[in-house]
């Protein structure tokens, strides 16, 4: 069945003349002509409020948060939309009728490395690189409010009446906890249509499900030969890391001189090797992206651990978890070796793996390894498959793992989407990407959590997303056609 629904998709996809009606072409012209400005400068106020979500404040305590829902409220007010406050969740809304087209996205971000940014990542960026609007939050998700917002005045301008209210609802721990936005959606009546604007073009109908390995090594050495301490690596668990670290011990410069000579193949990265007092500092730099593209970074703890590939160390925690990646990740990205885990969808893909953060806390490591995985195996057999490939780890090399936590998302593949040939149409009307069809991604969004949600937009196909990265930025051109396509959406679902 699944099989025919996506030969079915393809077939709609190559046949459809991509026709609009052409008032949402004409008032997708005006918002640009009309508020392309007013949108860029709302963004550039928006991502100067630093909402990343902290441990111990709950988001509507925290400041930052209620700062930018301040901004929000006047904004709706402002523009002439009705506005709700509901603690993680803020709805801006247009219209009263019965049923609903709901819009979502979210206004929390994740955390920015300031060292990492020509500018700070909390104030728009738009000099160092013309045409780029660079800042955390740009791409994912401040740009697509700004967009949703102004889209809705440019309707609202023109007095289109719409059969549906068009409802824009921000979450605002969307990156860290959505515990309670499922509690929420148990009374939130589900829209006649929904969509999110929180992944890419042209229309995503399957996503892929988030999920996690974390294994936890306590383990001591007596230090007297080759070994290794303070391991680092990684930002948070949903970006492929840009840095690594280890300091080495004891090295003879035999040794020494075998790593660099490995160092030198491996020139996808950047090594350094640096005396320290205590012994020699061995740095990596890769290059970030959002976990969910593994292909579009440079895992820098990953190329760390492919440094010592063969090298033997002093099993201490450290090793220990070098050891580990390498045998059961490796370079690789789809777990090929991580046991019998790896499996891919025809539509979907392959599911992806990827070493993402070390945390230590005393002499205990915690790795994370965030995992996308398409419909197609069930997850009580993944998780056995998971917990054999860690059993067979420790039995192989005489290790004990402390603690294990497994997390295993649910995929999601849509069935039917009776929205979705619309938004299609819309696409290629404004890009004139006549071949353009639905598309699987590896990242998760709220979609998940509605009847009948797919995603449209705001990054275009065939270009590096740059969310969760260190360079986040969109471009004005992209803001410009989002906000035509935006604009088009919500009239077209607005009276179907």
């Known amino acids: 069945m699944k099989q025919f629904f996506l030969a079915s998709l393809a077939l709609l996809a190559a046949t459809a003349h991509a026709n609009i009606d052409s008032r949402s072409d004409a008032v997708a012209q005006y918002a640009v002509n009309t508020y392309q400005d007013a949108q860029i400068h709302t963004l550039a106020n928006m991502v100067s409020f630093p909402t990343v979500n902290k441990n111990g404040i709950n988001t509507p305590d925290n400041p930052d948060f209620i700062g930018f829902k301040a901004l929000l409220k006047m904004k709706a007010a402002a523009l002439g939309f009705d506005y709700q406050d509901l603690g993680y969740t803020v709805l801006i809304g247009m219209g009263k009728q019965t049923e609903k087209v709901t819009i979502v996205t979210h206004g929390d971000v994740q955390p920015a490395n300031a060292s990492k940014w020509k500018k700070s990542p909390f104030e ?9 609007l660079i800042a955390r939050g740009t791409e994912d998700d401040k740009g697509a ?22 409802e824009l609802m921000i979450y605002l721990a969307e990156e860290s906890d959505w515990g309670p936005l499922e509690e929420f959606m148990r009374t939130y009546p589900q829209p006649k249509y929904a969509v999110t604007i ?53 090295a003879d410069t035999v040794l020494v001189s075998k790593l660099k000579h490995a ?37 820098a703890i990953a190329y ?61 490591l915690t790795l994370a390894v965030n995992l996308r995985r398409p419909v197609g195996k069930d997850e009580a057999v993944l998780r056995t498959q998971i917990n054999s490939a860690l059993a067979n780890w420790q039995s192989v090399n005489k290790a004990k793992l402390s603690n294990i936590d497994i ?90």
């Open 198 to 250: 929180d992944a890419s073009y042209p229309v995503v109908v399957a996503e892929k499900g988030w999920s996690l390995v974390e294994p936890t090594f306590n383990a001591t050495s007596a230090q007297t030969s080759a070994y290794v301490s303070e391991l680092k690596g990684g930002a948070f668990k949903s970006q492929i890391p840009e840095d690594a670290s280890v300091i080495l011990h004891n």
């Open 407 to 496: 997390v295993i998302g649910k995929p999601m593949l849509l069935d039917s989407a009776p929205h979705a040939q619309a938004l299609l149409d819309i696409f290629k009307h404004f890009t004139g990407d006549k071949d353009a069809g639905f598309v699987s991604i590896g990242g998760g969004t709220n979609a998940k959590l509605f009847d009948n949600a797919v995603s449209f937009g705001p990054s275009m196909p065939g270009k590096r997303y740059t969310g969760h990265s260190e360079h986040e930025f969109i471009t004005v051109e992209q803001l410009k056609l989002n906000l035509k396509m935006y604009t088009a959406m919500m009239i077209e679902l607005g009276n179907m």
């Open 124 to 132: 728009i960026d738009s000099t160092s690189e013309p045409g780029k």
């Open 263 to 299: 160092a030198s193949a491996l020139n996808a990265v950047e090594f350094n090797f640096s005396e320290q007092e205590s012994g020699i500092l061995i740095s990596v730099k890769g290059m970030s992206a959002h976990s969910s593209e593994p292909e579009s970074g440079v895992n």
């Open 304 to 364: 760390l651990a492919e440094l010592f590939k063969g090298i033997k160390l002093e099993s201490n925690s450290d090793a220990q978890t070098i050891h580990f990646i390498n045998q059961l990740i490796g370079l690789d990205i789809h777990g090929k070796d991580f046991g019998d885990i790896a499996y891919e969808h025809n539509f979907m893909g392959p599911m992806t793996v990827a070493p993402t953060l070390i945390e230590r806390d005393g002499n205990a």
């Open 145 to 166: 409010i700004a967009t949703a917002l102004y889209a809705m005045k440019a309707i609202k301008d023109q007095g289109i009446d719409l059969n549906n209210r068009i």
